[in-house]
């Protein structure tokens, strides 16, 4: 077995292979869960499994190589400076670094306390809202006064709804025929008609509603109150959104104690 815990199964060829045949002596201890060390940088064993995973069909050693491989280059990038030269490494370089801090937070398991009170504190995220299901009639203004004479006869003799729809809601805009939110509704035919709908009884006609378009009025077939469900049956999104807003967190943590760490002077420029 190898001196320093570098990964089980690997024997003194398989280093020597690593490094190239040359002498090798004896290397300090690994900190726990590293694998390989490399001018000072760790590899971890964590790092090996998603090589691993990527099933790549190496065997061990040969992934373990190109990870050694790997570091040197970009420890060779970083010594020559080659990210000044190259933004788009640079920009490639800055996202790596992010995302391997946010993938670490994620990889925390998730106390289930620290869900529940995430839940609760963002109660209203995952709170349905009021929907309806409406019908609308609609008139352009130069019209409107005849068809509007027209419709309330109608409605006055009996029509039902569904007669009145077909007949006078040809140029109302189509909406879906299902449940809706009231602000999708909004933003499909302005706020003024859907003002109209509260305090409104299902199976009923709103009034009349005058814009610069023409004159509405709406027909309430259903509404839903605004529910929130429980915890479990939104389990999974939690967890995402949890899981999202800890790996920012955690972004943000790492970078305030590196700014701490760093000589960084600045000069304010007034705007132009």
């Given at each position: ?10 024997g003194?060829a ?13 290397p ?11 001018n000072?940088?760790?590899i ?20 373990l190589?190109s990870?050694?491989?790997d ?25 790596a ?15 289930p ?23 609308i009639?609609?008139?352009?203004t ?7 004479n ?10 039902t ?7 006078f ?15 999708t ?22 009034n ?16 839903t ?39 960084i ?8």
């Open positions: 077995m190898l001196i320093g815990g570098v990964v089980s199964g690997l003194l398989s280093l020597r292979a690593l490094t190239g045949g040359a002498h090798i002596e004896p300090l201890p690994l900190p726990p869960g590293a694998v390989a060390r490399i000072g940088t760790v971890l064993r964590a790092d090996l499994a998603l090589q691993k995973n990527q099933e790549t069909g190496q065997t061990q050693t040969a992934m190589e990870l050694i491989n570091e040197l280059l970009v420890q060779y990038a970083l010594k020559m400076n080659l990210t000044a030269e190259s933004p788009k490494l640079r920009q490639e370089l800055i996202a670094a992010s995302g391997d801090i946010i993938s670490r937070a994620h990889a925390k398991p998730i106390s306390v620290s869900l529940r009170d995430y839940y609760f504190k963002n109660k209203t995220r995952y709170t349905r809202p009021v929907r309806v299901r409406v019908r009639v609609f008139f352009p130069p019209e409107a006064g005849l068809k509007k027209a419709f309330e006869q109608a409605l006055q003799n009996g029509a709804a569904q007669t009145l729809i077909k007949r809601a040809g140029e109302a805009p189509v909406i879906q025929a299902g449940l809706i939110s009231l602000q509704l909004k933003s499909l035919i302005g706020e003024a008609p859907v003002h109209s709908l509260q305090g409104l009884p299902s199976g009923q006609w709103s009349w509603v005058d814009t610069d378009e023409g004159t509405w009025r709406l027909y309430l077939a259903n509404r109150r605004a529910r929130t469900p429980e915890l479990e049956s939104v389990r999974d999104q939690v967890e995402k959104d949890y899981l999202e807003e800890r790996g920012k967190l955690a972004l943000r943590a790492y970078l305030n104690r590196l700014r701490r760490k760093s000589d002077a600045l000069r304010l420029v007034s705007p132009q």
